[in-house]
């Protein structure tokens, strides 16, 4: 969506009502997965996606004979997950950075995403975390194993 904000006649049609926005992010999310899958029969797509989005996903992999494996990851440490937020700066051209009231607010919506996934936690041991993600895309990429 970041790229829509420097076209200010783009962002003006998208920005409001804030479903059309997300509306619109989904669907250029959803095109570019397609082109890839399309190319290279993978694609690793970075969201917060409710599960209509998911399932829109799961279509889309299915189309190209591909399968789709949800990561799902939080921060079960509150202040950790404050401190990371506030420590951190995304610096995406024209695009706002994260505070906490924003996380906050994004945290009180979210509704966690049905099976199959798996859920990785920040707080956890970063190359764990990563061995449990390689395993479940593995056995979700040959189910065979």
């Given at each position: 969506?970041?790229?829509l904000r420097s076209d200010p006649?783009t962002?003006a049609?998208?920005e409001t009502?804030v479903?059309r926005?997300?509306?619109?992010?989904?669907t250029?999310l959803?095109r570019i997965?397609e082109?890839?899958?399309?190319?290279a029969?993978?694609?690793?797509?970075?969201?917060?996606?409710?599960?209509t989005y998911?399932?829109?996903?799961?279509e889309?992999a299915?189309?190209?004979e591909?399968?789709?494996a949800?990561?799902?990851?939080?921060?079960?440490?509150?202040?950790?997950?404050?401190r990371?937020?506030?420590?951190?700066?995304?610096?995406?051209p024209?695009?706002y950075?994260?505070?906490?009231a924003?996380?906050?607010?994004s945290?009180?919506?979210?509704?966690?995403l049905?099976?199959p996934?798996?859920v990785?936690?920040?707080?956890d041991d970063?190359?764990?975390?990563?061995q449990r993600?390689?395993?479940?895309i593995?056995a979700v990429?040959?189910?065979?194993g």
């Open positions: 969506m970041s790229a006649d962002w049609a998208v009502p479903g926005q997300r509306r619109t992010g989904w250029l959803a997965a082109q890839q899958l399309r190319i029969g993978a694609c690793i797509a970075d969201v917060v996606a409710h599960e998911r399932q829109e996903l799961e889309l299915a189309r190209y591909s399968n789709l949800v990561v799902e990851c939080v921060c079960s440490d509150e202040s950790l997950h404050e990371r937020v506030s420590e951190r700066q995304r610096n995406i024209g695009w950075e994260l505070d906490w924003s996380v906050q607010r945290r009180a919506r979210y509704v966690p049905d099976d996934k798996i990785v936690d920040a707080v970063l190359a764990a975390n990563l993600v390689l395993e479940h593995a990429v040959d189910p065979r």
